[in-house]
């Protein structure tokens, strides 16, 4: 299984940002309540994946084309 490729989508229902900065744009641009929950979920979100990944494969950079 170990030379099984894998490839991860992300859930249509939901943006998928490319980068950093647009994830903070989206998120500055709303009221300060919104922004801490946002954040949260985010973070959350983010450790979450971080996790099973890292618990689940080994990563290595793909050659440049």
Do not use: C
Not at 12 to 35: A, C, G, N, V
Request: glycine share 4%.
């Amino acid at each position: 299984m170990a030379d099984k490729e894998v490839k991860l989508q992300g859930n249509k229902m939901f943006r998928t940002f490319k980068t950093q900065k647009e994830l903070s744009d989206y998120i500055e641009q709303h009221i300060p309540e919104e922004k801490r929950l946002l954040w949260l979920g985010a973070m959350f979100g983010m450790n979450f994946v971080a996790n099973q990944v890292n618990e689940t494969f080994d990563l290595k950079y793909k050659d440049k084309k």
